[in-house]
């Protein structure tokens, strides 16, 4: 079994994720390279290219670019990662299932679980993709102070929480802290704290959340 992960070192420090296909990797290296060949890159190379890695080494070389990223494959063999199926029926169950995915929709590993039913079938595991905007949840984000920001918006909690320090708690909206929180709160609003002398295009969210370590804002 193999996995990928992405490590990035950037305004919003240092993090990793992890990937179960190299092309999902792939795509996520993509997305995060766009938005800083588009601020250095594009008038005078025109749009990014398909490779990401050209476009990051061309980055480094012509512009002095600081921030990281890098890709790694890893070879998972714990114990504890999922056997290759040998049962031939339930071979069949998988093939049956692969043969219904959708590349970044619905995916099934070669080694997925399957659980043959009584019921003329079999239940069998799956990645399946949610964007943000497929989520309808209310979010909430927790000061140390018992301060509460109330989210409606599962784009603009992303965005806050971009921006919050770990000692911060992160809790699914209810009715009670949106009543405590006085009303729904905006990301900006939360990354400010109501200071009406930061400007968004003055300050990356990095900035932000150092300010707010600091007790700038």
């Known amino acids: ?3 990928w992960t992405l490590t990035y070192n950037d305004d919003n420090g240092v993090r990793t994720e992890v ?11 993509h997305v995060w390279i766009t938005e800083y060949w588009d601020d250095y890159m594009v008038e005078e190379h025109g749009l990014l290219p398909e490779r990401w890695s050209w476009a990051y080494e061309k980055l480094c070389e012509t512009s002095g670019f600081m921030d990281s990223i890098h ?12 056997k290759e199926i040998q ?5 069949a169950y998988l093939a049956a299932a692969q043969a219904r ?18 019921d003329a079938g079999a239940y069998v595991q799956g990645w399946v993709w949610v964007s943000d905007d497929e989520v309808d949840t209310s979010m909430a984000i927790i000061e140390p102070s018992g301060t509460v920001w109330y989210f409606e918006l599962f784009d603009q909690f992303q965005l806050a929480l971009a921006g919050t320090p770990g000692a911060f708690e992160v809790k699914l909206g209810t009715p009670e802290l949106l009543e405590k929180s006085g009303g729904v709160n905006d990301a900006w609003e939360f990354l400010t704290a109501g200071n009406d002398d930061l400007k968004f295009e003055d300050l990356s969210i990095g900035e932000l959340q150092e300010a707010r370590l600091n007790g700038n804002v």
Do not use: Q
């Not at 990937?19 to 290296?29: L, Q, R």
């Not at 890709?71 to 999922?82: F, M, R, W, Y």
């Not at 995915?101 to 009584?118: F, K, M, T, Y």
């Open 1 to 3: 079994m193999k996995i």
């Open 19 to 29: 990937f179960n296909s190299a092309e999902a990797a792939d795509k996520a290296a």
């Open 71 to 82: 890709v790694e494959t890893h070879n998972i063999t714990s114990d504890l990662a999922p």
């Open 87 to 91: 049962d031939p029926i339930e071979k």
């Open 101 to 118: 995915g959708r590349d970044g929709e619905l995916e099934i590993d070669s080694n997925a679980n399957v659980s043959v039913s009584e």
